[in-house]
Each structure stands twice: as C-alpha cells, then as structure tokens.
C-alpha cells in the first residue's frame, strides 16, 4: 500500500550521539542532527498487550509511538542509537521495519524519554 504523503503531517528530526571537537585538540560526546523528515505518528501504547508481536517480542511499553516515514534508501534509521525529536519530546527508537519489504514506506516503534512538562 503506498504511503497517503498527506498523513505525513508531523516533521520530525533524526538525531544520534557523536564525537565533536572540543576545541581543546580532544572530543567530546554530542548530540548532532542527521536529518529532518515528515512523519506519521500514533500513539499505540494503548493497543499494546503482553502477547503484541508489533515491537518485534518486546514487553509493553508505557507510551509507545509508532512513526510512518516515506522510505528512503539513504535514510537509513539504526535502533537503539538514533533518537527522535518532536515537539521537544525524545523518544528511543526501539525498531524499524521496512513494511511488506516494497521498500515504500518505513515503520518506526519509538518510546518517549521525555515526558512533557505539565
């Protein structure tokens, strides 16, 4: 099924943690922005049960977010390292699928590491 591109309404960015200099002749560990991208995003945390095979055998999550991004070949999205960023919220990705691997659209399962400010 190709990608309705008027749903991916939400722009996110794709961050991931790296080695930048310091200005001292050494390195020091930050965040960098790789790329800003439409998304998709639901939250799924409530549909999630013990038996949910959706996050490849994980456990529930508390709030779990699935984003839906247009495939890109050279976008490529790596688990457990890049985070998401929306709305000043973070969320650990914990998956990504290439749906019905067709290579038309990409499915990530996300959890949020932030919570919002109340």
């Given at each position: 099924m190709p990608v309705n591109?008027?749903?991916l309404q939400r722009r996110i960015e794709i961050v991931t943690y790296?080695?930048?200099a310091d200005g001292f002749g050494g390195f020091t560990v930050s965040e960098t922005?790789?790329?800003k991208?439409?998304?998709e995003i639901k939250d799924v945390s409530a549909n999630l049960n013990n038996s949910?095979?959706?996050l490849v055998g994980a456990r529930v999550f508390d709030s779990a977010y699935k984003f839906t991004?247009?495939?890109g070949q050279n976008k490529v999205i790596t688990p457990l390292v890049d985070n998401i960023e929306f709305k000043?919220?973070?969320y650990l990705i914990q998956s990504v699928t290439n749906e019905n691997l067709k290579d038309i659209k990409t499915v990530v399962y996300a959890t949020a590491i932030d919570t919002p400010n109340e």
């Open positions: 591109s008027r749903k790296g080695n930048v922005s790789r790329v991208r439409w998304s949910s095979q959706d991004f247009r495939y000043g919220l973070k």
